[in-house]
């Protein structure tokens, strides 16, 4: 006979103290209050007190203690009424609000010359003082912070990260500005005496290896002789690129636009 198939059981909806549920419950209710939200959380009965004054757009100087002493209390009233736990702090500062309420409506018998101390004034003070450290600390909080707003990236090197130094080629342009600078020597040592010169490219071209070695680079300005004038320096560079071409010689500056330097290929 072959086997029965298994029937998988259905999963459990939820699963309310180790126990699985799968069906709905036919008493399923939301009380109303469930869905209301607090959205000011407040730091201390401070916190609380300068909220409704600025809410309320009052002068803290001049205080309205009735006014501020009804909401707070109206607040006090809504957070009980949502089953939070108040901290003692706020029920103190209900209470002193309660008594400076009572000290500015019952009567005071003043003494001659004795001034009348409003009993405002300490609150007023502390007010003050807590609205000075507020707007320090959200000044604080507004400026970027690192981790927070911001991330300094790091990057390390490899360990086995060999940096490799490739020496710029010589341009054309480079060579000549270099045959530019030899030239203007020249103008120092030009002489009037008219005779014919003659003048080997081959024969410079053999002059200037035997001055380059493979070990050493030779600065390039060293291969000419400005005594020679214009034409002798003509016939150098000539030899120069004439033996380049022929890669008989090597060019090489240590950095784009320093000085050139010549040696000869091994």
């Known amino acids: 006979m072959e086997p029965s ?8 909806l939820a699963l309310v103290r180790g126990e699985p549920v799968t069906q709905w419950p036919a008493d399923l209710f939301i009380p109303p209050e469930a869905l209301e939200v607090i959205l000011e959380a407040f730091e201390g009965p401070l916190d609380l007190l300068l909220y409704l004054i600025r809410k309320q757009k009052l002068d803290i100087l001049d205080l309205p203690i009735v006014t501020i002493t009804r909401q707070y209390m109206d607040y006090i009233a809504l957070m009980e009424t949502m089953k939070f736990e108040l901290a003692a702090e706020y029920l103190v500062m209900a209470a002193t609000l309660a008594e400076i309420k009572s000290r500015l409506l019952l009567p005071r018998q003043m003494d001659e010359g004795e001034e009348e101390e409003d009993p405002r004034a300490l609150l007023i003070k502390q007010l003050q003082a807590y609205e000075v450290i507020k707007n ?18 790091k990057a390390e090197k490899a360990a086995d990260l060999v940096p490799a130094v490739v020496p710029p080629e010589v341009s054309l342009d480079e060579l000549l500005g270099a045959l530019r600078s030899v030239l203007q020597r020249t103008e120092y040592f030009e002489h009037h005496h008219i005779e014919r010169e003659v003048l080997s490219t081959r024969e410079r071209m053999s002059r200037i290896l035997e001055m380059l070695t493979t070990e050493r680079f030779t600065p390039f300005q060293a291969l000419f002789e400005p005594e020679e004038g214009r034409a002798g320096v003509v016939v150098s560079f000539l030899a120069i690129l004439e033996l380049t071409k022929e890669q008989l010689i090597e060019l090489q500056q240590a950095a784009p636009g320093s000085q050139i330097h010549v040696r000869a290929r091994a």
């Not at 198939?5 to 459990?12: A, E, F, G, M, N």
């Not at 600390?137 to 991330?151: K, V």
């Open 136 to 153: 320090a600390a959200t000044e604080l909080d507004d400026r970027p912070r690192e981790e927070r707003d911001f991330w300094r990236a």
């Open 5 to 12: 198939p298994q029937i998988q059981q259905p999963l459990p």
